[in-house]
């Protein structure tokens, strides 16, 4: 009996050893028990592109539950992002990711070699020397800028038909912040979408010259919307130009196109549709490429520019949201997806490209002929074209 017990107790043994050491196989081929991820935010959750990028910590949140310390700091503005760093590096943080566009991210990385820093792309990085824990992504904008110009051009298109609207009256209007390349690129893919479906619709844009301001953000909707736009879009922060065309639209028809947050809640009547960079898949391939111990562009699905990737509708990091059907003229959602299912086949450079002119607002001997096309994100993740088109683009003081 002594023996029958004592082969027993060996083949526990046995068998606890094998379990132990697959374990310890697991750690060392890159498993770990926890993660501990850093948030910086730019914002708060109460302005669009913060909430939007906050989407993504909430993924983390969802697929990791306690095995995930997560710590987020707020209304972190550039030039003020050091001592959060720090702070998050003292509290062990394995990755921390950025939405704010400063440089200091990039200078003080070298610092933690053992931290990954990831930062939503504000400059062309391809010719630039970075620390290799420094990491830069965005999802390829324009795409969801250009679907939402094909679903403004519909309704512009049904107005015209309906006799809501002249032809010489289809003006589209864009509240932006500043004049970077990021802003244009955006906002000429937009109107390019709305020609798609009405060749002469022409835009005009004003800057308010910060991001993040309601009130100025608000006015300038206003002053484009009494210059005779009957749609307005935006690339700023605040849900003022949202706010200026539903109060509008109690006395006559303008549209609000969204981007960053759907607007249908505070203007139910007059928002149409919506375009996000959607940030999850990026950041929840790099948290698992920490946990598994692996780079992270070998990790994640996109096109990798050294330590920047981007990724358009093929790879789920560009969305839309909230058609509002009722708004929505017939056949909508057919043409959207329509251009979708192009982009997603890798064919996007169908975008810049016609018998237009564009010319550099800040060197006007510096064109570009897009009768020959160009392409956007081909070697970066941040947006680079910056020319106005000449023209069909008006910029109002």
């Known amino acids: 009996m002594k023996r029958v017990y004592i082969t027993a107790a060996l083949t526990c043994l046995v068998i606890l050893?094998?379990?132990?050491?697959?374990?310890r196989l697991l750690n060392l081929s890159g498993g770990r028990t926890g993660v501990k991820v850093g948030f910086v935010y730019d914002n708060d959750e109460s302005t669009p592109y913060t909430y939007n990028f906050s989407l993504a910590k909430d993924a983390v949140e969802r697929k990791y539950g306690e095995r995930a310390e997560i710590f987020t700091c707020s209304n972190v503005l550039d030039d003020q992002i050091e001592d959060p760093i720090r702070e998050l590096a003292a509290k062990g943080c394995d990755i921390i990711f950025f939405n704010g566009y400063g440089e200091l991210v990039r200078e003080l990385a070298p610092e933690y070699p053992n931290i990954q820093f990831c930062q939503a792309s504000y400059m062309d990085m391809s010719d630039q020397t970075v620390p290799a824990n420094y990491h830069t992504f965005k999802g390829e904008a324009y795409q969801g800028r250009y679907v939402s110009g094909i679903a403004a051009g519909m309704k512009i298109k049904e107005m015209i038909e309906n006799g809501i609207i002249s032809e010489d009256q289809a003006i589209v209007g864009f509240v932006a912040a500043f004049p970077t390349s990021e802003v244009i690129s955006g906002y000429t893919a937009f109107l390019l979408g709305v020609r798609s479906v009405v060749p002469n619709a022409v835009m005009r844009v004003r800057y308010t010259e910060t991001w993040s301001s309601y009130a100025q953000e608000k006015s300038a909707a206003q002053q484009l919307i009494q210059a005779g736009c009957v749609i307005i879009s935006q690339h700023t922060d605040t849900i003022g130009p949202a706010i200026a065309c539903e109060e509008a639209f109690q006395s006559k028809p303008v549209y609000f196109v969204g981007y960053n947050q759907s607007m249908s809640e505070v203007a139910p009547a007059a928002s149409l549709v919506t375009s996000r960079i959607c940030w999850e898949p990026y950041v929840l391939t790099a948290?698992?490429?920490i946990v598994k111990n692996r780079k992270i562009e070998a990790a994640v699905s996109g096109r990798v520019h050294g330590t920047d990737v981007s990724a358009g509708f093929?790879?789920?990091?560009v969305e839309m949201i909230d058609l509002n059907l009722q708004a929505a003229a017939p056949g909508t959602q057919q043409a959207?997806?329509?251009?979708?299912?192009?982009f997603k086949r890798g064919k996007g450079d169908f975008v810049f490209k016609g018998d237009y002119i564009g010319v550099d607002p800040d060197d006007p001997k510096d064109t570009c002929d897009l009768r020959g096309g160009y392409v956007e994100n081909e070697n970066t993740s941040y947006p680079l074209f910056h020319y106005i088109l000449s023209d069909i683009i008006t910029i109002e003081n």
């Open 17 to 23: 050893a094998a379990v132990v050491g697959c374990f």
């Open 287 to 289: 948290v698992d490429a």
């Open 336 to 342: 959207m997806d329509s251009a979708i299912e192009q």
């Open 314 to 317: 093929e790879k789920g990091w």
